[in-house]
């Protein structure tokens, strides 16, 4: 297959890329990503096969449609991603989630090209602390956040585009990722760095609210499951059973890095804070035969301390600029 991979120079994007290229070498693999502060070119280095780069955005029609026109898949993964950021330019949320995935979808429209859309837990809002109660393919959309209602809005043009238009779409809506690559404006990676440069983590509010952790390689797996074998038309709901209070995950990053159990500091709560998500991953374990590798979540945490602590040259550029942003937000 030839696959048009959006957002590929980003962290899972990137990660999807090494692992399509590592281990399906007879696919072709374009990336079109506008390398924004979350697009690192030098994610991809090393990838091996049939790969090119094109710096480009998803909201840019007539690039869209000629590199749509020349790929069989596109698998859509570029995104404004993180919730803090659209405390700070919310538009820029909805250019790019919404009107981008629009744009690509136009042109999957006109060339008949088969559509992955890459969309997070988050478009159904939260789940009360207690109760067990879990996101299924049918909850309800329900997004509380610049970023959630984008990625929303970009879903239902999703599903509109399949009913309207005939596209072949599919849809599979993730937890939280961690792993190698991700930006350190991200809670685990935040973390880290902040402990190997000798500063207490940073835990929003009191700690309480749970995400429901699967490993970035668990996450692409399931989308390359989909991508194959899903029921077009279908939403397919990917999650590892990770659910951890952020308490708990900072407990596990500290006795991880050998630091007290005290090592770090409460700072102002997110406004509108979601309280707990969690997924029901029954479709897609029972018809896709999909199931994570990363059971144990403190392995795949320690692989992701020593990933950081041997690419310091990779976080260390970013680190400065994302605390200035953190304290413009008081967080
Ligand atoms: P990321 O921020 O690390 O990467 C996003 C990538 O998109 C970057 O390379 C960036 O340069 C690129 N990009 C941004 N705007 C663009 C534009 N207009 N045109 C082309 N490229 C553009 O994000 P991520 O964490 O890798 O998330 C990837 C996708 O997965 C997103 O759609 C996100 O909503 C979804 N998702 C993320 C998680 C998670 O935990 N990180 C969980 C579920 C779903
Ligand atoms: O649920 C999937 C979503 O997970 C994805 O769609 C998003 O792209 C991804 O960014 C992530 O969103 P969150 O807002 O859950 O992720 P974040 O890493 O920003 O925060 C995880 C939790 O940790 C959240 O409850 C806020 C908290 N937090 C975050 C930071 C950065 C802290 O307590 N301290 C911090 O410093």
Redesign the pocket.
Known sequence: MRLLVTGGAGFIGANFVHLVLREHPEHEVTVLDALTYAGRRENLEGVAGSFRFVEGSVCDGGLVDDLVGATDAVVHFA?E????NSFLHPVSFVETNTLGTAVLLDAARRHGTRFHHVS???VYGELPLEGGERFRPDTPLAPTSF??AS?AGADLLVRAAARQFGVATTLSN????YGPYQHV????P??ITNILDGKR?????D?R?V??WIHVEDHNRAVLAVLEQGRVGETYLIGANGERS?RE??AAILEVMGKEPDFFEH?AD?PG??LR?AIDATKIRDELGWTPRYEDFRTGLAATVAWYEANEAWWRPEKRETEAR?QTLG?
């Open positions: 995104a991603s993180h919730n803090d997070t837990d988050e970023y959630s990625k993730c937890s939280n990722n404006e991200k809670f685990i935040r973390q983590p940073k835990l929003y509010g700690g609210n995400r429901d952020n995950v900072l700072v997110r804070h979601d998500y953190y967080r």
